[in-house]
């Protein structure tokens, strides 16, 4: 009997990703197709593969979308009760700016307290001698919480609100020559006094808010200071703590504040400025001890997902980085913001959101009382997860394009923006789409995608968590409110052929503003640092001034420290803002009577209001992120490592928002192994596979089949009637093709 003869065929097969089981694979980057059987298989190898465009967004939701950005550690100054501590430790407590280090050598227990100058430590002065007024003076200042000075001390550090001029106590070159330490919690300074007879015995010790790079050299300066080898470092987006000990140690931990227990819900201690490290120390021969932090927090700018150019890039870049800061590139004095509204009776109106700098709260109660105005009723918005949720008393229409509901000449009503932008970004501030106009259903109207809102950092605030050791200076805040942004960023570039996005920031716009009223505090008391030792001091009641067209909100944060210059005299002195209404219309700020009396001579007998102008004192500073962050934008901007930057800076990368080049194209015949291995390899994370082809991406967005390599699997005589497809990026990842289906052509040898 004769052996069968094989005859070796071929056959161009040719299918569709939409021919798929699309409820088993809904995505067409990965999927099974069923094709007829074919049975002896020796050679699968690529025809052709057409996509008819370029499916993957430049931006990609929770992928590539995010910007993170930071603008220093608030420190606080408060007791912790709840730090849990050594059994063996001395102290009793942390204070918010302390870290507590352990360990044991030879079974003696050793421990090290590190102290951080704090956001507002509040202090009592002691003139060495009588002061008059315009002349130096030297004086003691003992502070509540420890200073955390030391003679390496490098950071940006003031007194403020006392009865002598602003007085700076170190800049990043090291302590002032004028001060000398004296304790933990006190040191001596020359000073310009105010007055021969000072009102007040307190001031305020400010330091500024550190980055993270910055924080973590302060830390190890100061455990330089203390001879302990403790080294911090912030790599790779955390937090390090690396110590060598001289003889072998054990138990090495670490212990520090985050006010947990704290009823404020308002921490701002150490343990969230530097990612809440974990306790114990880990080693690997009893010497070296390393322990590492969490990613600690940061304010998340968010970008929309599509295909942009770098000119969206920028303008998107300028828009988000400003969130709810009107005034950014329009003067006070005009409206930002637009958008049209239809009330129950068939009537469209014009709403305006006057420009300035808002904050949710303060934006949503800003909207509330002009949808009531123009519309009537009863209006409530409620922020929550970037979606906004609009309830009203009737029934409404939004309108997001000037074209929408045209015959009522909504867009054109007195008062509207000179921008026509402005109602695009109020659509993408309430989570609508431009150009669109949306109904309420049950009067209510919910957002369909999520706010362009930056996500806020919910810690730590500057609001000072109440200590009823200094009545005066007791701070309240809005249970709602985050930490907002400081400053007004820029988006630009020194030298555009370079292809480099530069950062920069600059202090919010000086605002006009009246005082309406004031009344003085004098306290009482024997503590520590009492109320009496406060003084006197003003609570002043500051709005924006009428003189403007369209009033704005001040751009006020409570806790926050701002420059007050009297408008006839230029005059300046610094307050601190104790409170803030909801409509950021009005606020109330803490003077002492010296500087009261120095700006405005006698508050009791003057007429109000009194015309002031309002600017930040702080100085602009800010730090981009990208190391060990999610979702980060870093590779489109050209952010290659983390940044501090003070003034202007270009990023040190090239900006990229152009496609990816090619993409892999990996398919596998179920139920058979091929006998050798393809020719294009992909090696990610140090784990090599193999692909069928790389498909190159032209500029035009179509796609071309890669010449190199044979493009083919071979086979040891196999059945196959199932073929598994994966379309990858180049580092071996999914590739996003967005349901966009695409066709294959392979070309099968079998034995027939």
Known sequence: MKDKTHVLAQTFLNFQSQDRDQKVWPETNK????????????????????????????????????????????????????????????????????????????????????????YDNACKIDFNSSPSDGNAVRVTVTSVAPHGLHPNYRGIAWLLNGPFENEMISDEAGLKSNVTIIDNNSFEIDVVSLTSSPNTSMCTMHAKEPSFQELAEQITNYCRYLNTNLVCLFNNGVFQFKYVSVNPASKVSLYYSYNRGDASGNPRGLGFS??????????ANAINWTCESNTPETTEIKFPAGIIDISTMGNLLGERLNS??????????????????????????????????????SFKSHLEAELASKCGGSWTLTYANRRWVINSTADFVLHFSTSAESNSAWSKQSGAPSSANSVNILARYLGFVPNCSYYSKNKCLTSVENSSLAVLMKYPRRSKIND??????????????????????????RDPPTRKIGFGCRRNQTLSCSITSSSLYTGSGSDALSNADSGAVYYLTVQPSSSYDVTPP??????????????????????????????????????????????FNDLESTSYPISVNVFPFHVPRFSLHGSNRKHTIKQRIGLLEDVDISDFQDLS????????????LKINAIGAVPNSQSTSLIQSSNVVSSCLARISIR????????????????????????????LLNNDGTPYESHKLNHNISLIIQYNQ
């Open 31 to 118: 999927y099974q197709i069923d094709i007829p059987k074919f049975n002896g298989v020796t050679t699968i190898k690529l025809a052709s593969f057409e996509m008819p465009s370029m499916p993957k967004y430049t931006i990609e939701s929770e992928k590539n979308d995010t910007l993170h950005l930071h603008e220093g550690c608030i420190i606080g100054c408060a007791k912790d009760f709840s730090a849990k501590l050594d059994p063996n430790s001395t102290s009793l407590f942390l204070y918010e700016n302390q870290l507590l280090f352990t360990y044991c050598e030879n079974d003696v227990y050793f421990e090290k307290v590190i102290s951080i100058p704090s």
């Open 699 to 726: 500029s035009s967005g179509v796609t071309h089949v890669n010449s190199m390599g044979s493009q083919e699997l071979n086979f040891s005589s196999q059945n196959i009637s199932k073929l598994q497809v994966e």
């Open 554 to 599: 001040l751009f006020f944060e409570v806790g926050c420290f701002v420059n007050i210059s009297n408008a006839t005299t230029s005059t300046t002195v610094t307050a601190q803002v104790v409170s803030l209404g909801t409509d950021a219309m009005t606020a109330t700020i803490a003077l002492q009577k010296d500087l009261a009396v120095k700006c």
């Open 653 to 664: 990368g090239t900006w990229n928002v152009d496609h990816e080049p090619a993409i892999l």
């Open 274 to 283: 530097i990612g809440c490290p974990r306790n114990l120390f880990a080693n």
């Open 468 to 493: 009823n050791t200094v009545v005066s200076m007791i701070q309240n805040e809005n249970a709602e409110s985050c930490r907002n942004l400081q400053n007004t960023y820029v988006i630009g570039s």
């Open 324 to 361: 709810l800061n009107l005034s950014y590139s329009v003067p006070h004095g005009s409206n930002a913001l637009h958008m049209g509204v239809t009330d129950y009776l068939g009537s469209t109106h014009s709403v305006y959101i006057p420009v300035g700098k808002y904050s949710v709260v």
